[in-house]
Structure formats: C-alpha cells, structure tokens
C-alpha cells in the first residue's frame, strides 16, 4: 500500500516531517509522496529520515493554477512529482516566486479581514504557517480569537471563493505550470479531479482531455474525496487519455480530522505499489 498524497505542517499539515514518516513506517506504508503546497521544505527534511527507516519517500508538490473556462476560470489543483534526483534548480527558484505571491496574497486577505471587522495581523497568521502560509492558518487564528467555532465554518464565513472578504490569488495558468514542472524533470498530475465540480461527465472529460493536450501527464485517480464510482470514472478516463494513474489521501493530520494516512476516510483509498512503479516506468520512458 501506497500513499501519494500528504503534506506536513511545513505546509497546511499539522504532522511534522518527521511524524509524518513515523506515522508511513507504523502503518506498513511502502511508499509515501510528500506534496506540500509550493514548497519542498518538508520532503527535503523528512528524506534523510526515510532512507533510515527504508521508506520509499517521492518528491511532490501541490500547485493552485488557473485555467480558462467558459467566459471565465477554474481553479485546478495540479501535482507534480519528480521521480528521479528531485526538482531542478529553476524549477525550485520558480517555486520560490509563488511564495512571494502567496504572501502578498495573504497582506491582502489581512486587509480585507480587516475592513470586514475581523482584528487579525499576518503577523498572528504566519506564526502558525511556518514555511508556508496559506488559508487554513487564518482558519486556525479566526478559531483561536472565537470568530469562527471551526475550519468549515471559517472558510464559509471569511476565506472560501464565495466569502465577502475573500481574495483571490494570482496562480499561475495551468500551461505555465506544466511547462515548469516538465522543465524541472517532473510529471504533472491534476489532483483530486472531482473538485473540479462539473455536474456532466461528458463537460469533465472535455476539460480534462483539453488540458492533456497542454502537456497535462496524469490524473489522480484514488482520493478520499472520491467514492467508489469516482474511482471508477477517473480510471476508465486516464485509460482512455493514456494519462498516467496517481492515488493518495491528501492526508493532513489534524487539519482534516478522521482522514487516515493510507486509507482515507473509512478506508476509501487503497493505492497499490504498482501505481508508484508504473508512473516511475513511464516517466522514465518519456525522459
């Protein structure tokens, strides 16, 4: 069993890098991917860890991109993974970049705050984020300072899409970041494809097939957002588009209470090894 999907507390997670390995090696785990949002931080300090415990550590990262739709944008979250040695340089440097953004993002969503009649300082927020400050650790503030009783209800209130006080981010169009993470030897994988929220398949399809012509290389076919019926579709999709087959939990600790490392929610993911050989034998071909 095999759990592409996770991400420490270098990100959104609350699992240290190295609880995050303790907690692969106690279950059984074979394999473990690390895709922290826009930052390597938490894979490059739990890598030494897992060559000492003899786990299979992958190197991945989760990437908020936009991509045109209609008269207007989707929002596609894509991973990339690299397989061989790691991100290149370039592709690190350009990571780097989309933290500033996120950060000017993040002064922004404070001043709106603000204006709504919430008193919180980035200040407060970026000492929860660490390395990396996103959404859920205003989420965490606004529960700390009793704006809000719970995640859910924090992002419905102040930081979803549809919140009064919401600010968008500049994310990279999704052709932009298939061309890096490509340049940077890595293979692009759209996370979690039912987010996505198209009410026909054929529409899903379409949007997906058009993004596999963009360079798109895989799809996330296992995810504890999917059910059964999900599964299948994705599968049968990637089958039909020759993209390659990724599957993880998208596990983070606390922040996403009842989601179980390498099974999901009431064991609704299971990833064989094979997922992991297949994806490194074909990324190996293209190279």
């Known amino acids: 069993m095999i759990d592409l999907h996770s991400h420490t507390n270098e990100s959104d997670g609350t699992f240290t890098p190295a609880e995050l390995v303790d907690e692969a090696c106690a279950i059984g ?14 894979f490059d300090q739990a890598l030494p860890l897992a060559r000492e415990r003899g786990l299979d550590l992958v190197c991945g990262i989760e990437l908020s991109t936009r991509a045109p739709f209609g008269r207007g944008q989707k929002t596609v979250h894509m991973l990339g993974y690299f397989l061989d040695g790691g991100p290149s340089d370039g592709f690190r440097a350009w990571v780097g970049r989309l933290l500033a953004s996120r950060r000017e993002r993040n002064i922004r969503l404070i001043r709106s705050l603000n204006e709504h009649g919430v008193e919180i300082s980035l200040g407060e927020v970026e000492a929860m984020g660490r390395s990396l400050t996103g959404r859920p650790h205003f989420a965490r503030v606004l529960m700390n300072k009793g704006y809000v009783k719970s995640t859910e209800e924090a992002f ?5 899409e549809s919140a009064p006080s919401f600010v968008e981010r500049d994310s990279p169009v999704i052709e932009d970041a ?3 993470v490509a340049a940077g030897g890595g293979v692009s994988v759209i996370a979690h494809p039912v ?33 059964e019926a999900d599964t299948a579709r994705y ?7 020759g993209l390659l087959k990724t599957g993880g939990t998208d596990f983070h600790g606390g922040n996403k209470p009842g989601l179980k490392l390498g099974t999901g929610r009431d064991g609704n993911v299971s990833v064989p090894r094979v997922v992991l050989d297949e994806l490194r034998e074909r990324a190996a071909v293209v190279r």
């Open 29 to 42: 785990l074979e394999a473990l991917g690390i895709t922290d949002h826009d930052i390597f931080a938490g």
């Open 156 to 160: 419905r209130r102040y930081l979803a």
């Open 178 to 180: 298939i061309r890096e």
């Open 195 to 227: 987010r996505l929220g198209f009410r026909r398949h054929e529409e899903e399809e379409h949007f997906i097939a058009g993004l596999a012509e963009k360079g798109l290389r895989g799809i996330e076919v296992w995810h504890s957002d999917h059910n």
């Open 235 to 241: 599968l049968a999709l990637a089958n039909k588009l």
